[in-house]
């Protein structure tokens, strides 16, 4: 348990779809990150929450994405109008100081 | 901005056979480095961390790691690998700013 939860774990949509994602981490931290992992590579950097503000967004990050945590503890993450380039792993991770960040186990898109 | 380049994309040893997965990052300024591990459909576990101190870092499972800054390295190493330990491995760094940058992964496959 690394104590980040993330639901659904599998999504399998239709192309043009929006779907959305969520992340819970069972204990305060003030960070919290998302990530996306295509097949065969390591996960890139999405966007990233101190608390409820959001501090910095990856350029990988369309207008068609869109993430929000709003009371600076659950994050969520939508995709609209979504395209089969969007079918990846979307991690979630938290992480408080100067220590390691802890993955959630992924949340597995598949756009048909 | 930095960078982190994982030589092997991958590595097949045989079991009970020593490895070393080798990342070098670009940064050479200070940085904080971590190991993962990803098992197939699974998020990402930490296996090792170097914050400071000591250059060899022992970690789970028994792997190990060296940091090496005048070469920027932080290469991964166990003595005597076993079957479970075929997974994907990837090198991590966070320096200055607070996200993790991953390498490209290096897939270890053990083979009896």
């Known amino acids: 348990d690394t104590g980040v939860s993330q639901d659904p774990r599998h999504k399998i949509t239709k192309r043009g779809q929006n779907v959305t994602f969520r992340c819970d981490p069972i204990?305060?931290?003030?960070?919290l990150y998302w990530y996306r992992q295509t097949l065969g590579q390591g996960p890139e950097f999405l966007t990233y929450?101190?608390?409820?503000?959001?501090?910095?967004k990856s350029r990988l990050l369309s207008d068609r994405f869109s993430a929000e945590r709003p009371k600076g503890s659950f994050s969520t993450l939508e995709i609209q109008r979504t395209e089969q380039g969007d079918s990846a792993m979307y991690l979630c991770?938290?992480?408080?100081?100067?220590?390691?960040?802890?993955f959630g186990q992924g949340t597995r898109l598949t756009v048909v | 901005a930095q960078s982190v380049t994982q030589l092997d994309s991958q590595v097949p040893v045989f079991e009970e056979a020593p490895v070393e997965l080798r990342c070098n990052y670009s940064?050479?300024?200070?940085?904080?480095l971590f190991w993962y591990v990803q098992y197939p459909n699974q998020g990402l576990q930490l296996l090792l961390k170097?914050?400071?101190?000591?250059?060899l870092v022992k970690g789970i499972n028994g792997f190990e790691a060296e940091f090496n800054k005048s070469q920027t390295s932080f290469h991964l190493r166990k003595p005597s690998v076993h079957i479970s330990d075929t997974a994907e491995y990837f090198c991590?760094?966070?320096?200055?700013?607070?996200?993790?940058?991953f390498g490209q992964g290096t897939r270890l496959t053990i083979n009896p």
């Open positions: 991770a938290i992480r408080g100081g100067n220590t390691e960040a802890f």
């Open positions: 204990s305060e931290h003030n960070r």
């Open positions: 929450f101190q608390n409820e503000a959001q501090l910095e």
């Open positions: 940064s050479s300024v200070s940085v904080y």
């Open positions: 170097y914050l400071s101190g000591s250059t």
């Open positions: 991590a760094v966070i320096q200055g700013a607070q996200k993790l940058v």
